[in-house]
C-alpha cells in the first residue's frame, strides 16, 4: 500500500455561508477513503481564525471551540507545513499534501485563500486565483461570457458612489436599457444574500440602495418571469466534462435565501426533464463556460431557462459549490455513474495534477545554452 496523502480539510470561514460550509465538509470527511487519506481538520471561525487539533467539525457545529488551538501556515514557498501556537510560539504541527477549502463565497471561494495556497506551493483542491475570482464576481463573469458569445441576460454595472450620487441617473439608464422585472444583486455575493427582484421605480431604489450595502460594485440584470433553473456539475481541468443537468424548482418566488437553506420546500429534479438536445446543449455551454474562465477541478454551471421562448441563458458558476450529500453537485455526479466517494478521489487526483502541471511552468526567463 502506497503512502496515504495528508488532506487537510478548511470549512468554516468568514463569509456568511459559514454554516453551509460546516454541513458540506461533514459529508466530505465522512466520504474522504480513509484507507487513502490522513485527514486534518482546520475549522476557520468568522472572525478569520485557523483551528485545529480534535474533533474541530464537532466543536464548530457545536460553538465549542475552546479547547481548539490555533494554527497557521506561512506563505513560504514549499512549506506545507501547518503550524501550531504553543505558548505564543509556533511549532511544527504537521505537513499537508492536498488542500481541500470546503469555503463558500467571501475568502474561501473568491480566490484569496487560493492565491495564499499558490505562494505557498501547495496542491488544492478545486479553481485557481483567476476563475475563483471570476466566478465570484456576477459583473465580470458576465463580460467574459459576452465576449466568448455565451448566452448571458442583458445587464448594466453601477458602482455604489453612482447608486449614491446620482441614483436618479442610474434609474434612467437602467429603465433605457432593460424592462421590469429585473434583478438588483451585490457582484461578489453568494445565497442570494442583497439580491431583489424589482417590478417598479421604487423597489429599484431600494434594490440599489440594499446591493449597495454589500458591494462597491453592484449588478442590475434583465429579469426572467419564473424562470426554470438548471444546474450542470463540470469535473476535470484541461479536458473538463459535464454531468447530467438537474433542476431546482424554488418553492418561493425565486431561489431565495430562505428557500435555499430555511425551508425545505424546494425540490430537486434529478435529472431536469429536458429534450435530448437541450440536455446536450446544455451540457456543451457548461463546459465552454468553466473553460472560458480557465477552470479547474471543479464548478456548478447554473443556467437560467425562459419558459416562453426556451432560451438558455447561463447564470452564473459556484467554483466551491455545495457539497453535503443532498447537495446538487454531487448528486448529479452520483445519478451520472460517479459516487461521492470517487468524486472525491477525482477531486484530490485533479488538485495534485494542476499543481504538477503548474510546475513544469517556468516563471523566470532562461537563456538557452
Ligand atoms: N435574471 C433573473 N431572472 C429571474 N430570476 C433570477 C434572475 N437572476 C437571479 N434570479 C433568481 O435569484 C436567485 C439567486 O440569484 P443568483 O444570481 O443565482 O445569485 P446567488 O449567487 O446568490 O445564488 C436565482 O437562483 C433565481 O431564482
Ligand atoms: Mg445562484
Redesign the pocket.
Known sequence: MTEKITVGVFFGGRSGEHEVSLLSARSILANLNPQKYRLVEVGITKEGEWLSGEGVLDAFQQGKTAHLQPVAMFPQAGDQHLYRLNNGQYETFTRLDVAFPVLHGTFGEDGTLQGFLELIGIAYVGAGVLASAVGMD?ALFKTVLRAYDLPV?DYQVFSRRQVEQEVQKVIETIETNLSY???I?PAN?????G?T?CRSRSDLMEGLYEAARYDRRIVV???????R?IEVSVLGNDEPVASIPGE?V?GED????S??YLSDNSQLLIPAPLTDEQTREIQRIAVQTYRAIDCAGMARV?F?LDRHTEQI?V??V?TIPGFTQISMYPKLWEASGLPYAELLDRLIELAIERKADRDRTEFRYRREG
Open positions: 456576477k441576460l422585472p429585473v434583478f444583486k455575493l453568494g445565497s442570494s444574500v439580491i427582484k440584470e434583465q429579469g426572467l418571469e419564473k424562470p433553473e431546482v424554488p425565486f431561489y431565495t435565501y428557500a435555499k447554473d437560467l441563458y447564470s452564473e459556484n
